[in-house]
Structure formats: C-alpha cells, structure tokens
C-alpha cells in the first residue's frame, strides 16, 4: 500500500480484546489514535497506545465533541456485543449496541466529515453458508441476531457509500479470533468468557471444572463444529492494511465517481481459509497445556452453524495482507501465555 505517513484513528471499542491488539499496532506504526469506549467489557489497561475517551456511542454530545476536538483521518469501529448465544436470548440488546449506535456513529462520522471508516464485521452474516470456504459473493444469511445486528451496519455502510462519492469504507468479516499478543501484552480478558479457546485454557487452570463441547452430532467429519481460527495480531494487522489501503489516496480523493478517486469501498473475509474442529481444538490445548483436563457433550449451542471457513483469496489480493501465525499451535501458545499470566495475576503472584 502506498501511504505511509502518520495517520490519526478514531477507535471504538479500542479497549477491548481485538480492538486493543490493533491499537497497539497502530501505535507501533506511528499512528496517532483515540480510543472511545464505555470499558462496559473492555479494560483501561488494555489501551496501551493514545488517549482513551470512556465514552459510549449512544451518547451523541460526547461522541459528537470527541469527533471534533480529534478530527481523524479515519475511524476504526469494534465497540459491539459478540456473543452468538447470548445475542439468541436478549436480540434488541444487539440491535441497539451493534446496529442502532453504529448507525448514531456513522451520522457523526459524517457530520464532522470524516470519509474512511473501517468496520468490523463478522462471518456470521453468511449464516450456513451452503459452499465452504465461503467468499464474499455469498449469500448474507445470519442465522443469529448477532449476524443480523451485524448485516444492518453492512447494509449502512453499502448504502451510505453509494449515496455518498466522498465516503468509502472496509468492512472485515472476522472469522474466529484467537490468541494473545505474541509477547503477552495483551490478551481476551472478558468477565464471563463464551469462546472455546479461552474456556478450553481456564478449563486446563481449573478455573472452570469441565469444557462442554456443544454438538457432536454435526454433518462434519467428527461431528461437530468446524471454524478457521485466526491469530489477532494478523486480524491487527488486517486493520493496518486496509487503513494504508483506504488512505492511500490522501489529498487526491476527489470521490469514488471521479478521476483521482477513492479507493472503492471494500468487504474482505479475514481468515486462513483452514478449518479446525471443536475436537481438534480440544486436542491441540491438551497437547500445548500438557494438560488432560476434563471435557463433557453437551447439546448444541443455539445459533451455531456446522462449518464456517474463509475464502481469503481477496483479502490477500487487495490489501496485500501477509498472515505471519496461521498455525494453530501459535494462536493456543500465546492464548496459554496470556492466560497464566491472568491467573498470575489473580492469585496475586
Ligand atoms: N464451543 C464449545 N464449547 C464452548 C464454547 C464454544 O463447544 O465452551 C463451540 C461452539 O459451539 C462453536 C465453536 O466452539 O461450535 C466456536 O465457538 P466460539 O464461541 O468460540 O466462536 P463462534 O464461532 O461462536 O464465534
């Protein structure tokens, strides 16, 4: 990508787990950044780069002033709710957190005239996709208020952008993010943790007496779930690339429909394009724990869709994105560092 200069970054939800990660690596690249976040699951601690406004999306002032006072090149949205089975149970706790603020942002966003918007989507809008690895071509399916809550700022954004020449956006459909900074910095520090790396580690602690593992009987090989993990330092630096990607123009962008124009607004999938099952999960942190702690079928987690796998092809392509820990032994390696550490922590050691 071409730009290389110093960029300011608006970052919501920049004290959470992913949000963090890529706040860091903004801040290794020299970038300037804001992070704006209501610490409702996130952590003071975790920003370790730039200034940190607690402040919540809902909240048009502050969120308004911030804007001003900060006057970014582009923003970086990840304050959202992203638990499928919980999103099942309390749906309009999604739609407000992750479909109506987006929608109060991005009116601020474009009243203070800010036209590069990065978004952190989610493969959960493809639902069960009918062809694995799902490209972005697929049909939006969500199966899960998560994935539509989701989908509705998509649909903004795909909306906005055609109505709108000056704007362009990247949305990044994540697919399972996994893993701590390589040199545990940072890491997923959540109070009631769903995901099945961080409960197969603080299961190996004993901080949780058994693993369920929701669904054996999947049309997959083993029977049950099957997802491409990716490492959160390369889903980081996903972020950087598609920030370098939507600035490269900077001062020449006279809109999308014109010469000179913005780069096109862009949906990426951000994965390996490899799949591992819920049991070969399991086995990997048994093996990279040396622990044999216990494990129980259960039945399956609503929501859940058998087998979601990237096709990464364009991601690669455009961004120029050069994954450098597709290794699922890393991802729970440095999982594992951080939860220790954490439970170093905790126990006061
Ligand atoms: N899972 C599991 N036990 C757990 C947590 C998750 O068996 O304690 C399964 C879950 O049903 C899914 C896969 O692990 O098939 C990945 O779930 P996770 O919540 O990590 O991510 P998601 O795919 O929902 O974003």
Known sequence: MLQSSPLKV?????????????????????????????????????????????????????????????????????????????????????????SANALNLLE?????????????????VYGNPPVVPVTEEAPLNPINPYGASKLVTETMLRDLAAADPAFSYVSLRYFNVAGADPFTRLGQDYANPTHLITRALKTALGIFPKLQLFGTDYPTPDGTCIRDYIHVADLAQAHLDALAYLCSDMGTCTGTGSAGACPP??????????????????????????????????????????????????????LGWQPRHDDLEFILKTAWAWEKKLADKQSGR
Request: glycine share 10%.
């Open 10 to 98: 608006f970052v919501t939800g920049g004290a959470g787990y992913i949000g963090s990660h890529v706040v860091l690596a903004l801040g290794e690249a020299g970038h300037e950044v804001l992070v704006y976040d209501n610490l409702s699951t996130g952590s003071r601690a975790a920003v370790l780069h730039g200034e940190l406004v607690v402040g919540d999306l809902a909240d048009n002032i502050l969120l308004r002033e911030t804007l001003e006072r900060f006057r970014p090149d582009a923003v970086m949205h990840f304050a959202a709710s992203i638990e499928v089975g919980e999103s099942v149970r309390a749906p309009l706790k999604y739609y407000r957190n992750n």
């Open 108 to 124: 601020a966003v474009r009243a203070a005239g800010i036209d590069r918007f990065i978004f952190s989507s989610t493969a959960a």
């Open 265 to 318: 607004s862009l949906i990426c999938n951000c994965g390996y394009g490899r799949g591992f099952s819920v049991n070969e999960v399991v086995a990997m942190a048994r093996e990279v724990t040396g622990i044999d702690f216990p494990i129980e079928t259960a039945g399956r987690r609503e929501g859940d869709p058998a087998e979601l796998v990237a096709a990464s092809d364009r991601i690669r392509r455009t």
